[in-house]
């Protein structure tokens, strides 16, 4: 073993520093959620306690909050730590962290198009499950559960562990420690708050994500000794090429699209992409939040912004390690970082301790951390809409008691998050592990899921077909790849991009096609008539269905007409007596936004927007995977500083607009609630 294998990655910062961050800025974030959430309840209409502002917002969410709730939920730890590692081993200021990028933008701007089918098809919905359990029943039910719940698993374990790996790193603080008590403030805020919580606590990681971002770049490509410029920058990654050439890269250099590494990277980025927006429950709840005109303009805009995150993060700070690895001042000088510290995602730590000290290693450790809590409270809040407490359980449970029971199992997950962790962490698996791993377990069901909510022509026996034989055939195309590739195959091999790519394409291609042909042999005529019946729950229905039974005669002012009643006892399945279809208008007051049929979309509208997406993402996926790198990868060419300067001018750019466009729309959209709230403040007058 090289004594670069050996060389211990040297804390920065206390230990202390740790804890205080991981308990106290965490309980902070907690405090100031909850504070919101009762100025909310106090000064507007919306309040956690009701089932379909806990779960879904009301559908109210404009796009500005969406976009953010986006790339926030988009920026894991993998995302600032993975993507870096990467750019550190590869090298390519534009390949890698552009690969990485394109991984997650692309899946982001086709899940719009999806978006848009769910608000036409079910907009009723609460998770994607329940529209396969309307459409394919309970068989369907339990196999998309399984693949719901093991994102999670996956999503969560790559969260906890690169987030206590960094803590780690930085501080020394224990990672079994970090992993129990990362998600235990975020919990708290979610309990209390909901999914509009959520999104507000988005808004501000988002918002300190970028501001980080941007004292980096001022950093690296500006007055620091290590650096110093773009310039200075560009002579270290010629000098590294020169010593440490990447094999496989144009002149082995690291200033080149030319990449057979990076081009593997990016299709396993891809594919791991995939699986995780389209078998996140999460991104599935942000669709159903918004407001049914913006769903896909949200998803677009937020795809776009997201792209800057790895694009800037990785550019700066991946290959700034790469160029620094001789400077003194790098955590494991003389030696580079092992292999067992790169797939910890330990490449921008060490950048940022060099190029700015301790201030580096808090503003890694912050921003890190906002990634980690940001996506753990999506996770929550999705884990929780995800129990099958309602469906199989209670089927006339209230929305009161459906809030109290996700409360539970909020608490719950949290805690078995970190049990997870610390399992992973035993056994020697880390966050690059997980990384290539993801698109391996969840591809197929990728493609299924997709056409569940689009296609009319699906059949059952399509959806088994797909996920089970293609997860088969997945795992044989996993196993012979790493053996044939590798020679043996054991878990570092597993994870290993070749092995990755083999079964995540074999995966999602035979999937996709088992689904397609097993359906077209005996298509459906599916009208989505089932999941546009699947109904909003309603509180006031079923204490209605509680009187009704006591056979009381003293009727309070808000129940509902003799009609109403009628409707829900003559005959009326008991799973939805107490819900009021998608379809329905109250009669009471509405907060403004909250979606009724009076600010419905039209089918023929929400037609419009489906096509408007379609094309989009498909110009953008052309754009971002065909058009910009291809021609550069098959030319060969070596930046020379003149492009190398005009490509980190591009990067700066990018972020920037991204960064300022996702801290001011949400204030600009939100204005008139703002207004509200602070005159209720100052007023004294409630909702």
Same mark, same amino acid.
């Given at each position: 073993m090289?004594?670069?294998?050996?060389?211990?990655?040297?804390?920065?910062?206390?230990?202390?520093?740790?804890y205080?961050?991981?308990?106290?800025?965490?309980?902070?974030?907690a405090?100031?959620?909850?504070?919101?959430t009762?100025?909310?309840?106090?000064?507007?209409k919306f309040? %956690?306690?009701?089932?379909e502002?806990?779960?879904s917002?009301?559908r109210?969410?404009?796009?500005?909050?969406?976009?953010?709730g986006?790339?926030?939920?988009?920026?894991?730890?993998?995302?600032?730590?993975?993507?870096?590692t990467?750019?550190?081993?590869?090298?390519?200021?534009?390949?890698?962290?552009?690969?990485?990028?394109v991984?997650?933008?692309?899946?982001?701007?086709?899940?719009?198009?999806v978006a848009?089918?769910v608000?036409?098809?079910?907009?009723?919905?609460?998770?994607?499950?329940?529209?396969?359990?309307a &459409?394919?029943?309970?068989?369907?039910h339990?196999?998309?559960?399984?693949?719901?719940?093991?994102?999670?698993?996956?999503?969560?374990?790559?969260?906890?562990?690169?987030?206590?790996?960094?803590v780690?790193?930085?501080?020394?603080?224990?990672?079994?420690?970090?992993?129990?008590l990362?998600?235990?403030g975020?919990?708290?805020?979610?309990?209390?708050?909901?999914?509009?919580?959520?999104?507000?606590?988005?808004?501000?990681?988002?918002?300190?994500?970028?501001?980080?971002i941007?004292?980096?770049?001022?950093?690296?490509?500006? %007055?620091s000794?290590?650096?110093g410029s @773009?310039?200075?920058?560009?002579?270290?990654? @010629?000098?590294a090429g020169?010593?440490?050439?990447?094999?496989?890269?144009?002149?082995?250099?690291?200033?080149?699209?030319?990449?057979?590494?990076?081009? @593997?990277?990016?299709?396993a980025?891809?594919?791991?992409?995939? !699986?995780?927006?389209?078998?996140?429950?999460?991104?599935?709840?942000?669709?159903?939040a918004?407001?049914?005109? !913006?769903?896909t303009?949200?998803?677009?805009l937020?795809?776009?912004?997201?792209?800057?995150v790895?694009?800037?993060?990785?550019?700066?700070?991946?290959?700034?390690?790469?160029?620094l690895v001789?400077?003194?001042?790098?955590p494991?000088?003389?030696?580079?970082?092992?292999?067992?510290?790169?797939?910890?995602?330990?490449?921008?730590?060490?950048?940022?301790a060099?190029v700015?000290? $301790?201030?580096?290693?808090?503003?890694?450790?912050?921003?890190?951390?906002?990634? @980690?809590?940001?996506?753990?409270?999506s996770?929550?809040?999705?884990?929780?809409?995800?129990?099958?407490?309602?469906?199989?359980?209670?089927?006339?449970?209230?929305?009161?008691?459906?809030?109290?029971?996700?409360?539970?199992?909020?608490c719950?997950?949290?805690?078995?998050?970190?049990?997870w962790?610390?399992?992973?962490?035993k056994?020697s698996?880390?966050?690059?592990?997980?990384?290539?791993?993801?698109?391996?377990?969840?591809?197929?069901?990728?493609?299924?899921i997709?056409?569940?909510?689009?296609?009319?022509?699906?059949?059952?026996?399509?959806?088994?077909?797909?996920?089970i034989?293609?997860?088969?055939?997945?795992?044989?195309?996993?196993?012979?790849?790493c053996?044939?590739?590798?020679?043996?195959i054991?878990v570092?091999?597993?994870?290993e991009?070749?092995?990755?790519?083999?079964?995540?394409l074999?995966?999602?291609?035979?999937?996709?096609?088992?689904?397609?042909?097993?359906?077209?042999?005996?298509?459906? $005529?599916?009208?989505?008539s089932?999941?546009?019946?699947?109904?909003?729950?309603d509180?006031?229905?079923?204490?209605?269905?509680?009187?009704?039974?006591?056979?009381?005669?003293?009727?309070t002012s808000?129940? %509902? !007409?003799?009609?109403?009643?009628?409707?829900?006892?003559?005959?009326k399945?008991?799973?939805t007596?107490?819900?009021v279809?998608?379809? $329905?208008?109250?009669?009471?007051?509405?907060?403004?936004?909250?979606?009724?049929?009076?600010?419905?979309?039209s089918t023929?509208?929400?037609?419009?927007?489906?096509?408007?997406?379609?094309w989009?993402?498909?110009?953008?996926?052309?754009?971002?995977?065909v058009l910009?790198?291809?021609?550069?990868?098959?030319?060969?060419?070596?930046? !020379? &500083?003149?492009?190398?300067t005009?490509?980190?001018?591009?990067?700066?750019?990018?972020?920037?607009a991204?960064?300022?466009?996702c801290?001011?729309?949400?204030?600009w959209?939100? &204005?008139?609630?703002?207004?509200?709230?602070?005159?209720g403040?100052v007023?004294?007058? &409630?909702?």
């Open positions: 090289s004594q670069a294998t050996e060389t211990v990655f040297k804390p920065l910062l206390d230990e202390s520093v740790g205080g961050v991981v308990v106290g800025v965490g309980f902070f974030f405090a100031m959620m909850l504070g919101l009762a100025l909310q309840t106090k000064f507007s309040s %956690p306690s009701s089932s502002e806990f779960s917002a009301s109210s969410v404009k796009p500005g909050l969406v976009c953010c986006i790339v926030s939920a988009w920026t894991w730890s993998a995302t600032l730590l993975q993507s870096s990467a750019a550190y081993t590869f090298g390519e200021h534009v390949a890698i962290p552009k690969w990485y990028g991984g997650g933008t692309i899946q982001l701007g086709l899940f719009a198009m848009a089918k608000k036409m098809n079910a907009n009723g919905a609460h998770t994607f499950l329940e529209i396969v359990k &459409r394919f029943g309970t068989g369907a339990l196999l998309f559960t399984f693949y719901a719940f093991l994102c999670i698993l996956v999503v969560c374990g790559s969260l906890l562990l690169g987030g206590a790996a960094t780690n790193a930085l501080t020394g603080m224990n990672i079994i420690a970090a992993c129990f990362l998600p235990i975020i919990a708290v805020y979610v309990v209390f708050g909901g999914l509009r919580a959520t999104f507000i606590c988005d808004y501000a990681h988002t918002m300190i994500l970028f501001i980080i941007y004292v980096f770049f001022g950093h690296i490509y500006g %007055p000794e290590a650096t @773009v310039a200075r920058m560009y002579e270290l990654l @010629v000098q020169k010593e440490t050439p990447v094999s496989g890269n144009s002149g082995g250099s690291y200033l080149t699209m030319k990449s057979n590494q990076g081009l @593997v990277f990016g299709a980025s891809i594919l791991s992409g995939f !699986s995780g927006v389209f078998c996140d429950q999460g991104y599935w709840q942000r669709a159903i918004s407001a049914p005109r !913006s769903t303009k949200a998803y677009m937020g795809g776009l912004s997201w792209f800057a790895p694009w800037a993060f990785a550019s700066c700070l991946g290959l700034a390690a790469r160029a001789n400077n003194p001042k790098f494991t000088y003389p030696n580079p970082l092992s292999p067992s510290q790169t797939s910890a995602g330990l490449a921008a730590p060490a950048a940022a060099v700015m000290g $301790k201030g580096g290693a808090i503003a890694i450790l912050l921003v890190v951390f906002m990634a @980690v809590t940001s996506a753990v409270s996770e929550l809040i999705a884990v929780s809409s995800l129990f099958l407490y309602r469906t199989y359980f209670r089927p006339k449970a209230t929305s009161r008691e459906i809030v109290r029971v996700s409360h539970f199992f909020i719950f997950w949290a805690v078995w998050a970190g049990c962790a610390t399992i992973l962490h056994a698996i880390d966050l690059g592990w997980l990384y290539y791993v993801q698109g391996v377990v969840l591809s197929p069901a990728v493609i299924p997709a056409l569940t909510v689009t296609w009319s022509k699906l059949t059952r026996a399509g959806v088994f077909a797909g996920c034989v293609g997860a088969v055939l997945g795992m044989l195309a996993w196993m012979i790849g053996w044939k590739i590798y020679g043996a054991n570092p091999n597993l994870a991009p070749y092995s990755a790519l083999c079964s995540g074999t995966g999602m291609l035979l999937s996709g096609l088992l689904t397609v042909f097993v359906s077209l042999a005996k298509p459906a $005529k599916y009208d989505f089932g999941t546009r019946a699947i109904a909003m729950y509180e006031s229905a079923a204490e209605l269905e509680s009187d009704i039974k006591d056979k009381t005669n003293n009727l808000d129940r %509902p !007409s003799m009609q109403e009643e009628k409707r829900i006892t003559d005959g399945d008991a799973a007596a107490d819900i279809p998608a379809e $329905k208008d109250s009669d009471s007051a509405t907060p403004p936004g909250m979606y009724t049929t009076k600010n419905a979309a023929p509208e929400l037609q419009r927007v489906f096509r408007r997406a379609a989009s993402s498909l110009a953008l996926a052309a754009i971002v995977t910009v790198p291809f021609p550069m990868f098959f030319s060969g060419y070596v930046f !020379s &500083r003149g492009f190398y005009f490509w980190v001018a591009c990067t700066i750019a990018w972020a920037a991204s960064g300022i466009f801290m001011l729309l949400p204030l959209e939100s &204005r008139a609630e703002i207004r509200e709230i602070m005159g403040l007023g004294g007058r &409630r909702a």
